[in-house]
């Protein structure tokens, strides 16, 4: 998010991750830190932003998800 760029870049122009990133934030902190629910919440942005034209590059390997 600091520097918006990796394999979502493509996508802030499009859909603002500040909602994801807030809801990110509060999943994976109530879950204490489960990794699958980071998955989860990636996997929601992804889509999003594909579904509105963006290209997401891999982000699965950089997250370890």
Do not use: N
């Not at 879950?31 to 929601?44: H, I, K, M, N, Y």
């Amino acid at each position: 998010k600091k520097s918006f760029q990796g394999p979502f870049k493509a996508c802030h122009d499009v859909i603002r991750p500040r909602g994801f990133y807030r809801d990110c934030l509060y999943d994976v902190c109530m879950s204490d830190g489960a990794r699958s629910t980071l998955c989860r919440v990636l996997e929601a942005y992804a889509t999003t932003c594909r579904k509105h034209g963006a290209v997401v590059h891999d982000w699965r390997t950089p997250s370890g998800c």
